[in-house]
């Protein structure tokens, strides 16, 4: 019996609307296999997600990436980089002074501790400890020389600064990353219920030190 390329085009009009579905749901509303579905995912030259175990595909002209290259539909993280650890990568080059596992996480939206941990040596990344926090940075030798001076400075500014300590910045950050939505006043009152007694300041004064009030939704002082 021959394949009706028809109902591909059906499909895929129906897979534009609802924007973002599994393998599992392409092959059944596409009624073939799923090692067909991905065929056409790679003909369609889909976004695979970065998180949900990569279960979940988007048609490349849906996504509106942030200028970090990242996309959020219901829950579903996709990037314009590829996987989790090519975003990774492609947002320590791209960061000033490197990032450490809680400030990339801050920016994928997800936990990076389990994930770091299994891969230490990610390459083509450097990974230091900087006044006792690893900090991971470029492999290129004048990127990486720019950012670790850049990572130094920082820190030699955090005590000028009302920054929280790095046990209350993963605090914030994780919060944060649990509920992006929440302003910093609304970050303050939720960490107090805790009970961490985090000032608003202190917090806007984390975000804007490290970049990350502008990528934040609602957040205003």
């Known amino acids: 019996m021959r394949d009706n390329p028809g109902k591909y085009e059906d499909g895929l009009g129906v897979f534009r609307k609802q924007k973002v579905m599994s393998l599992k749901q392409l092959a059944t509303l596409l009624r073939c296999s799923e090692r067909t579905v991905q065929r056409h995912l790679k003909k ?34 996709f990037s314009r980089h590829g996987n989790l650890k090519q975003t990774l990568i492609a947002l320590v080059n791209h960061s000033p002074a490197g990032l450490t596992s809680a400030e990339a996480g801050a920016l994928v939206g997800a936990s990076l501790r389990s994930f770091l941990a ?5 390459q083509p990344l450097c990974r230091e400890k900087i006044t006792g926090r690893f900090v991971y940075f470029s492999q290129d030798a004048a990127l990486f020389s720019q950012q670790k ?8 500014l955090l005590k000028l600064l009302r920054l ?12 944060r990353i649990k509920h992006p939505e929440l302003s910093v006043e609304q970050l303050s009152a939720r960490l107090h219920k805790k009970p961490h007694r985090i000032k608003a300041e202190v917090i806007k004064n984390l975000f804007e030190h490290h970049g990350l009030l502008k990528k934040t939704v609602a957040m205003k002082s």
């Not at 949900?52 to 996309?71: A, Q």
């Not at 001076?149 to 030699?156: A, F, T």
């Not at 929280?164 to 919060?175: G, R």
Request: aromatic fraction near 16%.
């Open 164 to 175: 929280p300590t790095d046990a209350e910045a993963v605090i914030v950050l994780v919060e």
């Open 118 to 122: 299994q891969s230490q040596n990610i």
């Open 149 to 156: 001076q850049k990572r130094q400075e920082e820190d030699s």
């Open 44 to 77: 369609w030259r889909t976004y695979t997600s970065y998180n949900k175990n990569g279960r979940y595909y988007v048609l490349p002209d849906i996504p509106i990436f942030d200028e970090d290259g990242l996309w959020r539909y219901k829950g579903i993280f």
